[in-house]
Nanobody, 123 residues
Framework: QVQLVESGGGLAQAGGSVRLSCAASGRTFSTYVVGWFRQAPGKEREFVAA????????GYADSVKGRFTISRDNAKNTVYLQMNSLIPEDTAVYYC????????????????WGQGTQVTVSA
């Protein structure tokens, strides 16, 4: 069982940066793939980025590649999403999730989810 709690969301200006954190409970956190997803108003939830259990492999949606960086610190049971060069289209609720499957962008492969954190980017 893994419990996930996101933090770090808030209001940012276009061109600015925000770092999200996903803190996990559970001794087996380091064995899970962790992904970030987001859901904008009126849209379906979409994949943003994922990181392998060791942190050695990452994957990104085309829309965020080159702007967002996912990383993890297994000693702290935490995964991060550094978001740079923000644009208003990045406005969404951001969720972290855990999976045993690498590499997948499908939400159905992620078994554990956090409650989400809001990121709002103003023009």
């Amino acid at each position: 069982q893994v419990q996930l709690v996101e933090s770090g969301g808030g209001l940012a200006q276009a061109g600015g940066s925000v770092r999200l954190s996903c803190a996990a409970s559970g001794r087996t956190f380091s064995t899970y793939v962790v992904g970030w997803f987001r859901q904008a108003p009126g849209k379906e939830r979409e994949f943003v980025a994922a990181i392998s259990p060791s942190g050695g492999s990452t994957g990104y949606a085309d829309s965020v590649k080159g702007r967002f960086t996912i990383s993890r610190d297994n000693a702290k049971n935490t995964v991060y999403l550094q978001m740079n060069s923000l644009i208003p289209e990045d406005t969404a609720v951001y969720y972290c999730a855990a999976s045993i499957v690498w590499y997948t962008t499908s939400q159905r492969a992620y078994n554990y989810w956090g409650q989400g954190t809001q990121v709002t980017v103003s023009a």
